[in-house]
């Protein structure tokens, strides 16, 4: 395991020798691609990332597993897979993907991959700033016992806008300690309020946490309108995306004191040294690692290898969210 | 509100003029009389801290609600109180209230007044370990966006040793992020494991989570012997008493690099500044707020409240920890 190292351009076979493979999927990270042979996905593999010069057998590609973190594929380097019909992504976010998708091609999301993990830091997030784990640190540097009283998450209104796999888990969670939450989804459905009820919500949210996908219609959701309507000492959570959330807009309320706020994600990304909201009163910072934890790899590897079964078999695919124009 | 200001030991009657009041209770915190007087409880009240000057009609008193926090009764002044019948705490922990109990005395504990509260602070303190948000926290004070590789709760073994109300809560929440988890009680039955148990579930348990009374026999529990069954990497977490812990045997497991502790209590307490576990690797420590909210004081009035009409009706009291002797 050595995810540091140089990329190395070449193409694997994760085929029985003498195996009839149809099927050549191409992708940027190459343990993922181990850990499918040791699954024993019957296909060819040819490693690129996007950038680099492109290996032979490129063009017999038909499924682009697009890697994560320091390992993803670049969208500009979609043109020389001709034969390409699906792309599976990693991430539960797909936005930036979506004005490179070519026509007809399939694009399926991570879902699940990172669900309990993204969940597990935006609790942590929002109980650190409720509970006061910043105050309670600086302290311990300083060898000083100071108590407060500090809020609670008991009996505060939640409103969780995100009702997918990260939301639900993250709802579950907070009404273990007795608060009630409101899901938000985009489309109202039963226990689910629609987005167009935000308006009405927002005066009662003293909790309000984002697990929702990046598209043009939640683009900068979170602005001055939407802040301000909060009651005072309200928190905001996004572990997200950044867009979500007009930043200037929340460094304003930041910096007036009225809110609190727990970014795993931000807008810009990374944030620049020289950027306001680090700085700013109130707000906890991290570097968008919800789903980045030691153990992502396993479930990516178990869910690509159930998709590419599918394909395979011409079943159903999982975790779709743009079918290609032709579909 | 003002929790600040010094004692002042006087008589409050919190019943309606005329009213027949065959009750007198006793206690050092006015704020939580005036919460019952706004409930209706019909009794009259002195308030008395067992330390100061000893008041007027202090004979009367036949139940005692004994405080929280930095308004506590002093077990020394239960001399002064000879019809005495019940002892109400604010606290689930009553350890240092047995050798004081009178003969003929009914020790009540505070469970549920702070419950959710400590299990959102156990949970809080597990989720900063696991997730490093104190290396996140200190990125954040130098303006540094820097992702890590870092652990996750799915999939960790957790052994949740008490099984009250605090430690099912924390088992439920630490479940929602897909943790299995073994609940240990001081007896075994259906779902829990008793504490005999632990010599053979100590070495699985990557989390360690302590929510049980201090009593002698959980004295020093975790000590050399468990800490070192525990398997590379695991997390002591504590939010019931700091002697359930030998601290000695603590921080030289810190010391090496073993494993990781987040503590909401400590022995002694409040830690002394020159105290090695301030400064140790892999340590949180919170001041003993677990249950040191904002909000605990009106649940703390809603069960005294019921508890004294069960106490004027004649009914079974609830959250007896201690029968007399006479019982």
Redesign the interface.
């Known amino acids: 395991m050595s995810p540091e190292r140089a990329f190395d351009s070449k193409a694997v076979t994760v085929s029985e020798p003498g195996a009839a493979n149809e099927l050549t999927i191409c992708g940027p990270d190459e343990e993922l691609l181990r850990g499918l042979q040791k699954r024993g996905v019957n296909c060819e593999v040819v490693l690129w990332d996007g950038r680099s010069e492109p290996p032979a057998g490129l063009e017999a590609a038909r499924v682009l597993i697009a890697g994560y973190?320091d390992k993803t594929f670049a969208p500009s380097g979609l043109v020389r897979l001709p034969r390409l019909e699906v792309i599976q992504l990693i991430s539960a976010g797909y936005d930036e993907w979506l004005p490179a998708l070519p026509e007809g091609v399939v694009l399926a999301n991570g879902r699940g991959v990172h669900g309990?993990?993204t969940?597990?830091?935006a609790?942590?997030?929002v109980?650190?700033l409720?509970?006061?784990?910043?105050f309670?640190?600086s302290?311990?540097a300083a060898?000083?016992?100071?108590?407060?009283?500090?809020?609670?998450?008991?009996?505060r209104n939640v409103l969780m806008i995100g009702s997918g796999d990260i939301g639900t888990?993250i709802a579950?969670?907070l009404e273990?300690?007795?608060a009630p939450v409101t899901l938000v989804g985009r489309k109202a459905r039963a226990g689910v309020a629609g987005i167009e009820s935000l308006p009405e919500l927002l005066p009662q949210a003293e909790i309000v946490v984002l697990a929702l996908p990046h598209t043009p219609q939640t683009d900068q959701l979170v602005d001055r309108h939407f802040l301000s309507a909060l009651p005072d000492g309200a928190i905001v959570a996004n572990v997200a995306r950044g867009r979500i959330i007009d930043t200037a807009a929340l460094v304003s309320h930041l910096r007036a004191g009225r809110i609190s706020a727990f970014l795993d994600v931000t807008d810009p990304?990374?944030?620049p040294?020289?950027?306001p909201l680090?700085?700013m009163p109130n707000v906890?910072?991290?570097?968008?690692?919800g789903g980045?934890?030691?153990?992502w790899r396993e479930r990516a590897v178990a869910l690509i290898a159930d998709q590419l079964e599918r394909f395979i078999d011409h079943r159903p695919l999982i975790n779709v969210v743009a079918p290609g124009s032709g579909d």
């Open positions: 973190a309990a993990s969940a597990e830091l609790v942590a997030g109980l650190a409720v509970r006061g784990l910043p309670y640190l302290e311990q060898h000083r016992w100071s108590p407060q009283h500090r809020g609670e998450i008991a009996g888990r579950q969670a273990v300690f007795g990304e990374p944030l040294p020289e950027h680090w700085a906890i910072i991290t570097p968008h690692v980045g934890t030691e153990r």
